[in-house]
């Protein structure tokens, strides 16, 4: 009798993992990725901070590198994980130098690695300031919706800093719907505030566009303030400007005193992440003892957790998470892979083949086999 044929499937054999190759995407290639990819952004931002809120990331703090002789400057290293149905890991490293807009140079610059999930190597470098000025801006319009649909839309927005994230968040919020009657500028440069300007209307921006002399004049006339400064401490402190109840993006972080904080609400992207290194509501932490003031994240506002309410100003404070550079880094690195544009560098990594361990060997023929030391003379 011809035994039954056992009916459980062998386990299909996994491929062995091997060394991938190592690429480097300039910032050109950065741009030609994201050029006018706006709403692909956000939305990939939306579902990164889902996936995040869900544990299905790895986000240790980020580690500060000061310089006693360069308090203004720093270099920020932000490692991260993301998991879900395209993992990645990878860390960005990132510089401020304020000084160099003094020398027409930009203030940031920055580079992403990114790791092989399987086997933790190493497979891009990318130029990552724009990656970084694009995840902060999509962030930035994905907070925008999210915070104002309980409550009238904004019409009037107003810049408080007009640099390049300035740039890239106007950019966003325009390309993901938005239009306003009045655009309002402030910077402590007229320079720059003129520059911004400028650039609003050679975009073809409707609406009046104003530069504001003061601070108050640009917050009390916006229903929208972006706050897109390299403050290093709070400069404004009157709570009676926001009387409005304006939603404030409050990207740069430590504009605010701890008494505007403490009278409005106040959504963050992570709370452990944002309530450090000085910032606004880590000041207002400090003072108070306590972190009632926190309403919640942006995750619990977009899953329904959290209620914005419309009868105080509205503050959404972002850290600026890794796995957000890790998402947007991933999507530029697809993308230069699929149009065939990478640039692979051959034999960056030597001696990827690890040799099994050699046991003892035979002596050649003829070898003395004694290992005892010779007898003294």
């Not at 009798?1 to 480097?24: C, I, N």
């Not at 938005?178 to 520059?195: N, Q, T, Y």
């Not at 229903?223 to 009676?240: M, Q, Y």
Request: charged content about 20%.
């Amino acid at each position: 009798m011809t035994p039954a044929r056992s009916t459980v499937m062998e386990p299909a054999m996994s491929q062995p993992p091997t060394v991938p190759p190592f690429a480097v995407i300039s910032g050109a290639q950065v741009q030609h990725a994201l050029r006018d990819r706006e709403a692909q952004i956000v939305d990939l931002v939306e579902a990164t901070y889902l996936l995040h809120a869900a544990g299905e990331s790895v986000s240790p703090a980020s580690h500060f590198l000061r310089f006693p002789d360069r308090p203004a400057s720093r270099i920020i290293a932000l490692p991260a994980s993301i998991g879900g149905q395209a993992p990645v890991d990878g860390l960005k490293w990132i510089s401020s130098f304020p000084g160099n807009v003094q020398a027409g140079i930009p203030r940031a610059s920055a580079v992403l690695i990114l790791n092989d999930h399987d086997t933790g190597y190493p497979f891009a470098c990318l130029e990552s300031s724009i990656i970084s000025a694009t995840r902060t801006a999509a962030s930035a319009a994905l907070a925008a919706d999210r915070l104002s649909r309980d409550r009238q839309r904004p019409t009037r927005v107003g810049f408080f800093g007009t640099g390049l994230i300035a740039r890239y968040v106007h950019t966003f919020l325009t390309a993901t719907g938005w239009s306003f009657d009045e655009i309002g500028v402030h910077d402590l440069s007229r320079d720059s505030a003129a520059g911004f300007r400028d650039h609003l209307q050679q975009t073809c921006t409707v609406g009046q566009i104003t530069v504001h002399d003061s601070a108050e004049e640009l917050i009390r006339s916006s229903d929208l303030v972006v706050f897109a400064t390299v403050a290093g401490e709070p400069h404004v402190g009157d709570p009676a400007w926001f009387q409005h109840n304006p939603l404030v993006l409050h990207v740069s972080l430590r504009d605010l005193a701890p008494e505007i904080i403490l009278t409005s609400t106040n959504i963050v992207d992570d709370v452990d992440h944002c309530l450090k290194a000085d910032t606004s509501p880590y000041l207002a932490e400090r003072l108070t003892g306590n972190r009632d003031f926190l309403r919640g994240t942006l995750a619990d506002v977009m899953t329904g957790r959290v209620t914005v309410p419309t009868d105080r100003p509205v503050v959404f404070s972002p850290f600026g998470l890794g796995v957000l550079d890790l998402a947007v880094g991933k999507y530029v690195y697809d993308e230069t892979a699929r149009v065939g544009q990478l640039h692979v560098i051959d034999d960056f990594f030597s001696g990827t083949e690890r040799k099994p361990a050699q046991g003892p060997t035979a002596p050649p023929p003829g070898a003395a086999r004694s290992c005892r030391p010779a007898a003294p003379r």
